[in-house]
């Protein structure tokens, strides 16, 4: 198995720019989580959703914030404008059974806004 | 809502020293708790979890944990730390919606 795939590893973008960061589950899980990772606030859960449907969005920190999950082999996480505050480590996992029974991580991405 | 604390932001250690560090939690009920490892440059692995029975908990590369429900508390010991135990580590806890709730992490450096 391949794990949880993340794209791209790194990206680095001007304040302002739309960034979109990628995900694929490892097949057969149910539940993906998209977390962002930074000094000041360790790791944060931003939204996860089951079965391809949202099922919480609280840690999403403002519109500026979207994901969504098409289908159960793809979710992207995407920053309209992006600000250089978002800068982060954004990781994705997934997990077969609910909450963090066993969560996979995939390897991050390296966002940083200039 | 449950939160998790770590109050050692960074450790630094020689090799071969012991290792404790610390992780409250804030609810009272019934938990499930976790250690996450992050090695530089890669990403976040299960250490070790506990669910329910011995608070003892032994996981992977010499590391365990154990419960103290009275204190609210699931510190991660290793007797005897490596060069390659230098990382960051994560204390969490699952809340009861399901959700995995981590703390700031402790990252730990070990020197040869």
């Known amino acids: 198995d391949a794990g949880v795939i993340q794209s791209p590893r790194h990206e680095v973008t001007e304040m302002g720019q739309e960034v979109t960061l990628r995900c694929k589950p490892i097949s057969g899980h149910d539940y993906l989580f998209w977390y962002r990772q930074t000094m000041m606030r360790g790791l944060e859960l931003l939204i996860y959703?089951?079965?391809?449907?949202?099922?919480?969005d609280s840690g999403m920190p403002e519109d500026r914030f979207s994901a969504k999950m098409p289908n159960a082999s793809f979710s992207t996480l995407k920053i309209q404008p992006s600000e250089p505050r978002d800068s982060a480590v954004y990781f994705c996992a997934s997990s077969k059974l609910a909450g963090g029974v066993k969560q996979y991580f995939g390897p991050g991405t390296r966002l940083t806004v200039t | 809502a449950q939160s998790v604390s770590q109050h050692n932001h960074h450790v630094i250690l020689s090799e071969a020293a012991s290792l404790e560090l610390g992780c409250n939690y804030s609810y009272g009920g019934t938990v499930n708790l976790f250690w996450y490892v992050q090695y530089p440059g890669q990403h976040l692995q299960l250490l070790l979890k506990?669910?329910?029975?011995?608070?003892l908990v032994k996981g992977i590369k010499g590391f365990e944990a154990e419960f103290i429900k009275s204190k609210f508390s699931f510190n991660l010991r290793k007797p005897s730390v490596q060069w390659s135990d230098t990382a960051e580590y994560f204390c969490a806890v699952l809340d009861n919606t399901d959700k995995l709730i981590f703390g700031t992490g402790t990252r730990l450096q070990v020197f040869p």
């Open positions: 959703f089951n079965n391809n449907v949202p099922i919480d």
């Open positions: 506990y669910f329910s029975g011995d608070p």
